[in-house]
C-alpha cells in the first residue's frame, strides 16, 4: 500500500452511514434532556426549593449536546445530496 492510498485510507470522507453517528447521539441526547426535565419538574412539584440559575445550567447543558449533534446529522445529509 502507498503512502497516498494509505492517507486516503486514513483522512478520505466517510460514506453516508457514518450520518447516523449524528442521528443516535441526538437521540440518546434528547432522552437525556427529557429524563433531567422530568426529574426537574418533579423536583419542584414536590416543593424543593430549586435554583433558577441551576436549572438553566441543568436544562441547557442536554439540550445544547442535542442540538449540536441534530445540527451535525442535517449537515452531513444535506452535503450528500448532491
Request: contains cysteine; proline residues 2%; positive net charge.
Amino acid at each position: 500500500m502507498n503512502s497516498v492510498n494509505m492517507l486516503h485510507s486514513l483522512f478520505g470522507p466517510l460514506d453516508a452511514s457514518y450520518c447516523n453517528y449524528f442521528y443516535y447521539m441526538s437521540v440518546f441526547f434528547f432522552a437525556i434532556l427529557c429524563f433531567t426535565a422530568f426529574n426537574l419538574a418533579r423536583k419542584i412539584l414536590s416543593g424543593k426549593k430549586v435554583a433558577v440559575q441551576e436549572t438553566v445550567i441543568v436544562l441547557l447543558q442536554p439540550f445544547l449536546l442535542y442540538f449540536i449533534n441534530r445540527l451535525y446529522f442535517s449537515m452531513c445529509v444535506g452535503s450528500l445530496r448532491n
